[in-house]
């Protein structure tokens, strides 16, 4: 007899002697489901899975007596949530994907902006200890003095461009 798992859709293959006839409480080894299952009367052909698509309304009321007439519905019956299902998996796969990228974006253009807090920061300490510094490193003010010259150039550049 197979038995299909109502949370994830999984299908076991299970022997009909080990459920008694009130039932058992089944579990999912996939998903961790819990459930409590009978085995359908005999006088009922429709298995499990095309009940819990029915409870899902994938099949209406009236479409279960071309079930029982028509037994390839059933087959139909369950594919349908899988195919939906696997369409879904590859659409949360994809937004997936854009996250990551997002993030990576996000992230190396945080890293980004810390290195250029951190440079600036650099600069305005040295520059504000900049003759305190000058007696244990006499070239720090010629390279501050080329760093400014170096910033107006850029500024002056950037203005050109614009005008």
């Excluded at 819990?34 to 429709?46: A, D, F, G, Q, T």
């Excluded at 006499?138 to 390279?143: K, Y």
């Amino acid at each position: 007899m197979i038995i299909g798992c109502a949370n994830c859709i999984k299908k076991f293959n299970i022997d009909e002697k080990l459920i008694p006839k009130n039932g058992r409480l089944l579990q999912c080894s996939s998903c961790n489901h819990k459930w409590h299952y009978r085995i359908p009367e005999k006088e009922n052909i429709i298995n499990d899975n095309v009940i819990f698509s029915a409870k899902n309304k994938q099949i209406k009321n009236n479409d279960v007596k071309e079930i029982l007439i028509n037994p390839s519905l059933i087959e139909t019956a369950i594919n349908k949530p899988i195919k939906k299902l696997k369409t879904k998996k590859k659409e949360l796969d994809k937004e997936k994907k854009n996250i990551k990228n997002k993030n990576s974006l996000v992230n190396t253009l945080n890293a980004l902006l810390v290195l250029v807090i951190s440079f600036i920061a650099v600069i305005l300490i040295l520059d504000t200890f900049k003759n305190n510094f000058a007696n244990y490193f006499p070239i720090l003010i010629p390279l501050l003095d080329n760093l400014y010259e170096i910033f107006f150039d850029i500024k002056f550049f950037i203005k050109d461009l614009i005008s």
